[in-house]
């Protein structure tokens, strides 16, 4: 096992903000109570061989139920901030009219647990549980889902505006689009491949929208979640580094351009996208208070290899062998238990690429999601990976990136998506089956670390 490192971390600025993320279609369960209405994950779930372990989230960590327990689980670990998300089909079962009250209570009582325990609520709209009436007419291929959205986002700015801290848009839409739609291991398990493009113009309206929404709500601290990683070329043979190029175009610069330039990285690309995109993208470029980066591990990238037979097992996405790009082992680092390379100085490459692309074009960065999967509660491999995470991040912040938060992905073992609760994330481990929370070495590790912050 790695042993936990000696020396203390560097010290973070007096106001930078430490939290832990999770999401409620991972946590919650409950998913028939109180009127909230089916969700796309719930009825992906159900279909046969989509989940690895056969699992579902119909009771999750049981968070619904549970939630006072996990607050005082934050406050026991010092944290400044929780980030949750709002499950839209239990605010609005059918994804557009009716709002269900009972939904909105849930939230409300969370947020009031959470403000008495002194950690301030930030609150994401949405991480990927479309709620399945809309999901059946198109989902985010329809331009309608976006308006939809902002209606949404304005009922939860309504009930939640005066106490939620800062707001969070989407979660990954990159990941909803190319796993979701184009190649279906997500919900709603389309294979559309390059056909899913306006899933990603649409989740990129539907932010724009929302952030109108929110605004004129008087909501003041707004961001997005969007993942990003560096994408290392394979060689630097003409052919690796235009597959390279794409890659990180796709699944970088697609989702980062319009949000923070108000353009498409490429003309191309976006004469396939759907609608005014020229008058969509000054909606999608609304400054924002804030930019969230989920940030996991950099991407080795090369030309696909003609040879290759079947798809490509990569990082537990089963990738098409068609796609123009394909990723590769990245050699010499540790692994998690979900096989993801461990290199924590590519955070400080990451920050810094972002800060020569987009100059003053960046609002002041967080990192709403950071960490990994590993199985036990005495998780020194865990510690290991935050504390060389926390000194990359810190580089980058002595280098000039304005960086004011700091998120880990999750507080708790949860359903990780398709691969159901095989994966475990949480600084909190979870007995699934008693819902029995333990907090891990990681947890207390990080309690201290927060306190030696916090002593000056
Ligand atoms: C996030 O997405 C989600 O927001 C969250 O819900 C989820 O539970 C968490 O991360 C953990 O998965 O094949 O080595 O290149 C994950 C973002 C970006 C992570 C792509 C995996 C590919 C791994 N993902 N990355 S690799």
New binding site residues.
């Given amino acids: 096992m790695t042993t936990v490192p000696a020396s203390p971390l560097p010290r973070f600025p007096r106001d930078f903000l430490w939290g832990v993320s999770t999401?409620a279609q991972?946590i919650e369960g409950a998913v028939d109570e109180d009127g909230r209405g089916p969700s796309a994950w719930d009825v992906f779930t159900a279909r046969p061989g989509r989940v690895k372990d056969g699992s579902d989230a119909r009771v999750a960590t049981g968070h619904y139920h549970r939630y006072r327990e996990d607050v005082a689980l934050l406050k026991g670990l010092g944290v400044g901030a929780y980030r949750f998300s709002v499950a839209w089909p239990r605010v609005v079962p059918a994804g557009r009219g009716a709002v269900n009250g009972a939904g909105l209570d849930f939230y409300d009582r969370l947020v009031d647990e959470l403000l008495a325990a002194g950690v301030r609520p930030v609150a994401t709209l949405f991480?990927?549980d479309t709620p399945q009436p809309l999901e059946e007419a198109g989902g985010w291929l329809r331009r309608e889902t976006a308006e939809h959205f902002a209606a949404y986002a304005e009922v939860v700015a309504a009930r939640l505006g005066d106490r939620v801290a800062h707001w969070i848009t989407l979660?990954?839409p990159?990941?909803l689009t190319l796993l979701g739609y184009g190649l279906g291991q997500h919900a709603p398990g389309r294979e559309l491949v390059f056909d899913a493009l306006p899933a990603a113009h649409h989740q990129l309206l539907g932010h724009g929208l929302a952030v109108q929404a929110l605004r004129a709500r008087g909501v003041r601290s707004i961001g997005i979640?969007n993942?990003h990683?560096p994408t290392w070329p394979a060689s630097a043979a003409e052919a690796d580094t235009a597959a390279a190029d794409l890659y990180d175009l796709l699944?970088n610069r697609l989702f980062a351009d319009p949000v923070l330039l108000g353009r498409y990285p490429d003309e191309d690309l976006a004469a396939l996208l759907p609608g005014p995109v020229a008058d969509d993208l000054r909606i999608i470029s609304e400054p924002l208070d804030w930019y969230g980066i989920?940030y996991?591990?950099p991407?080795l990238v090369g030309a696909p290899d003609p040879a290759a037979a079947g798809p490509a097992d990569?990082?537990?996405?089963s990738l098409p062998p068609e796609l123009p790009f394909a990723?590769r082992e990245?050699e010499g680092y540790p692994r998690t238990d979900?096989?993801?390379?461990v290199v924590p100085e590519a955070l400080t490459e990451l920050l810094l690429s972002f800060r020569e692309r987009y100059g003053a074009s960046l609002p002041p960065v967080m990192i709403t999601?950071n960490?990994c999967?590993y199985e036990g509660v005495e998780d020194g491999a865990r510690i290991a990976f935050l504390d060389g995470h926390l000194r990359s991040l810190h580089e980058a912040m002595d280098a000039g990136v304005d960086v004011r938060g700091y998120f880990v992905?999750?507080l708790m073992d949860?359903f990780?998506?398709a691969e159901g609760y095989a994966?475990r994330?949480g600084l909190v481990h979870i007995d699934f089956s008693t819902l029995v929370r333990t907090p891990k070495a990681s947890y207390r590790w990080l309690r201290d670390a927060l306190r030696d912050q916090a002593r000056g």
């Fill in positions: 999401s991972q991480h990927w979660n990954e990159a990941e979640a993942s990683g699944l989920n996991y591990q991407t990569f990082g537990g996405i990723p990245i979900f096989g993801w390379p999601e960490g999967a992905w999750s949860n990780e998506w994966r994330f």
